[in-house]
């Protein structure tokens, strides 16, 4: 279960499932299929590719800045300089964790390096869907707030995980966010027309030499899931080992 790096192209399969992207593109995102299935079937009005991990900061579109990138089994870290659109340094570290029949489980982390003495190293992430998602939010403990739809209260941090589905599509997409990261991003609303949701990240303004990281972790199932799962789920996520290095 390693990553194929040629170039700038990226790619991992197991099970079933399989992802790729384009390094030097961050924010077109990280493709995940799922091969002879009908997880998310092609219609009309469904693409039929789900995106993860879409990944943009200012002039990302025009320059995202790639220098370097590598892969180191199912580690995938790239780097992003700091150039005249912007005044920090990022690095992603997309992780694929585990894959069988039913679900796939990636993490994507996010980190920034400031380089002037007032940095807003604002880093933006988005999720398309291949279907309009219904979303459901949960607290960190697992408990399920009264909230429904993909219109989220920006201000609040107590979003921990968000689960989308449809009743037109038999998956289910699960994001969490780690604990001690919910004070460095907020949800956004979601983009009706690409039918994706949103997340900014590290907004606050920092000093010269200021290094922000962030974890979050997706997981895709081929089936409907319960609020019980999404407990379970962030359980493993809270409890998961931090790495040594990033």
């Known amino acids: 279960m390693n990553w194929n790096l040629n170039g700038t192209m990226a790619s991992i399969s197991a099970s079933g499932w399989s992802m790729t992207i384009d390094l030097s593109h961050p924010q077109l995102g990280i493709t995940v299929e799922r091969e002879n299935s009908s997880v998310f079937p ?37 780097s992003y300089a700091p150039n005249s659109l912007r005044d920090f340094q990022v690095q992603l570290d997309f992780k ?24 807003h190293p604002k880093v933006a992430l988005e999720f398309q869907f ?9 607290h960190s403990e697992g408990q399920e707030l009264k909230e429904a739809g993909c219109q989220v209260d920006a201000h609040r941090n107590s979003y921990a995980a968000g689960l989308f589905t449809s009743p037109h599509v038999a998956a289910s997409v699960l994001i969490l966010i780690y604990p001690a990261d ?9 983009n009706k027309r690409l039918a994706s949701i949103q997340q900014e990240w590290f907004g606050a303004t920092m000093e010269k030499g200021v290094i922000r990281r962030g974890r979050l972790r997706a997981v895709i199932f081929n089936r409907d899931i319960t609020p019980e799962t999404v407990a379970e789920e962030y359980a493993l996520f809270q409890d998961s080992p931090l790495p040594l290095t990033t």
Not at 107 to 116: G, P, R, Y
Not at 182 to 190: F, K, S, T, V, Y
Request: charged content about 20%.
């Open 96 to 119: 694929l964790l585990e894959a069988n029949d039913s679900m796939i489980r990636t993490e994507s982390w996010i980190s920034t390096q400031t380089f002037l003495l007032e940095c």
């Open 42 to 78: 092609k219609t009309e009005s469904n693409r039929g590719t789900l995106r993860v991990f879409r990944t943009s900061w200012p002039g990302a579109e025009l320059s995202p800045g790639f220098t370097d990138g590598y892969s180191r089994q199912h580690d995938l870290v790239a």
């Open 182 to 190: 919910l004070g460095e991003m907020r949800w956004l609303a979601g």
């Open 130 to 138: 291949p279907f309009s998602p219904m979303a459901r939010w949960f």
